[in-house]
């Protein structure tokens, strides 16, 4: 009686797997679209003439001999050298997304046991600074780095990501550790331990999908990062987002739009494999930082 109670009714079920399926598909198109082009030449993937081009590739055809063609990637990779950018992407995100959850953690723990009436205030004032536009905190850096001569590199670059991330990191692990009760870590000191170790030894192993959301959200700052890498980083420098830009350039050159094709693949499949691998530590932190001990 309980399986036919719960089971929902024939059009009811078709209409959700319908829209699922139609969700799915307008969510995922333009990523295909931008993937299947990738593989063709820009006479087709941009053809005004008919858009069936972009799928069947006459001139790709012509041009190589196949429908597909890895041009854009050897144009991007190899010609362009992208590959810096991608190894310069991965240092500033390892070490903002390291040092972010350090100092955030650490902050996070502090202010959510704090019993002082500041608490609330600093966590105002990070909230104030975290929505100030990035172009308008940027801007105040760029006097003293051209001064000290540290413009254009990427130790500078991740001080400021970590600054501009920092108060999001502080506001998210502060929820994260208010939802854990206080007797845990109170336990852990009765028993000998430090504050410190119970922090390390009872707070951290529970808080773990908590620390994970974060993380993921302070890698996605840094990677997908554009106004504060483009303006601190020199060309030799340059992280994925604005080396996908330079291909694009002020005038358009024959061929480089489909780099910047291939470069925009390349730099998205890294976040669908991250999401996929940690899409249960997300949603576990995503709802365990919704609701208090």
Known sequence: MSDLANRKPLPLALLSAVFVLCWLVIAAFPFLWTMWG???VEGDFFSRADWMNAITGPVTERQYGSPFTLAGYEGAWVQQEFWRAVVNTAIVTVFVVLISLTLGTLGGYALARSGFRYTFW???????FRAMPHVTLVSGYLLPFFQLNVWGYLPTTIIV???INQPFT???????FLSIPKDLDEAAMVDGCTRFQAFRLAIIPVMWPGVVTTGLFSFLLAYNDFTVTSMLLSQENATMIPKINSFLGSTQEEGKVMYAVAAVVSAIVPLFVLILFFQ????????AGAVKG
């Not at 249960?280 to 709802?287: A, D, E, K, P």
Request: glycine fraction near 4%.
């Open 161 to 163: 990501l970590v600054a």
């Open 280 to 287: 249960r530590q997300i949603v576990s932190g995503l709802t």
């Open 170 to 176: 502080l506001w998210m692990l502060h929820s994260f």
């Open 122 to 128: 600093l966590l105002m004032a990070a909230l104030v």
């Open 38 to 40: 990738s593989f063709k």
